[in-house]
C-alpha cells in the first residue's frame, strides 16, 4: 500500500517562497509518476505539476496558473517529490496533495490512485 505524506505548508506573505515535499513509502516510486494538486475552499481539486518517471526521463509539466513560479523534482533515493513555489499569491492559497498513480502516464486530472493528506498553503499579509 502506498502512502504519502506531505510537509512544508505555512503562511506565508506574498512574494514569498514555500518548498512541498512528500515522502513515500509502501513502493518505489522512481519509475512512476508523481503529482501535485491544490484544492481552495469553494473550488475543484486543480492540477499543479507533475514530474513523469525513469521511463520519462523526468518530464515535468505545469499549470498555466504556476507556470515560471513552480519547480516540481524529486530525489529517488528519498522516495519524495518537491514542489518549490515562488513570487506565491493570495490566489496559491489552498490545501496541496501529492498524488501518484499505479499507471506510469502523466495526468492532468485528478485520477490518480494515491494521495496524501495535504498541506495548507496560505498566502496572506
Known amino acids: 500500500q502506498v502512502q504519502l505524506a506531505e510537509s512544508g505548508g505555512g503562511l506565508v506573505q506574498p512574494g514569498g517562497s514555500l518548498r512541498l515535499s512528500c515522502a513515500a513509502s509502501?513502493?518505489?516510486?522512481?519509475?512512476?509518476?508523481l503529482a501535485w494538486f491544490r484544492q481552495a475552499p469553494g473550488k475543484e481539486r486543480e492540477f499543479v505539476a507533475a514530474?513523469?518517471?525513469?521511463?520519462?526521463?523526468?518530464?515535468?509539466y505545469y499549470a498555466d496558473s504556476v507556470k515560471g513560479r513552480a519547480t516540481i523534482s524529486r530525489d529517488n533515493a528519498k522516495n519524495t517529490v518537491y514542489l518549490q513555489m515562488n513570487s506565491l499569491k493570495p490566489e496559491d492559497t489552498a490545501v496541496y496533495y501529492c498524488?501518484?498513480?499505479?499507471?506510469?502516464?502523466?495526468?492532468?486530472?485528478?485520477?490518480?490512485?494515491?494521495w496524501g493528506q495535504g498541506t495548507q498553503v496560505t498566502v496572506s499579509s
Open positions: 509502501g513502493r518505489t516510486l522512481s519509475a512512476y509518476v
Open positions: 514530474i513523469g518517471g525513469s521511463w520519462s526521463g523526468g518530464r515535468t
Open positions: 498524488a501518484t498513480r499505479d499507471n506510469v502516464g502523466i495526468l492532468t486530472t485528478p485520477n490518480y490512485d494515491y
